[in-house]
């Protein structure tokens, strides 16, 4: 029997959040759906990224929430 998780090491800052901290991963199992980063780090590297890189956002437009639920090829590379 597995106790869940209370916290998480965000693979950005390297701090340990709570996994609301975390948004959750849609499409994966790992870490409870959790993904890699903390929201603060998502946050940041979302902005920086929409900063460089416009088109890239436009065409995930489509629901931005995927923008933020990002997968292999977003900023989670
Ligand atoms: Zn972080």
Redesign the pocket.
């Known amino acids: 029997m597995e106790k869940p998780y209370e916290e998480l090491e965000?693979t950005?800052?390297?701090?340990m959040?709570q996994v609301g901290e975390f948004y959750s991963h849609k499409n994966n199992n790992y870490r409870q759906g959790r993904s890699y980063?903390?929201r603060?780090?998502v946050l940041k590297k979302a902005r920086s990224r929409r900063l460089n890189n416009p088109e890239a956002l436009a065409k995930k437009k489509k629901n931005v929430e995927d923008f933020w639920d990002i997968n292999g090829n977003g900023i989670f590379m």
């Open positions: 965000c950005s800052c390297g701090k959040k980063a903390c603060a780090c």
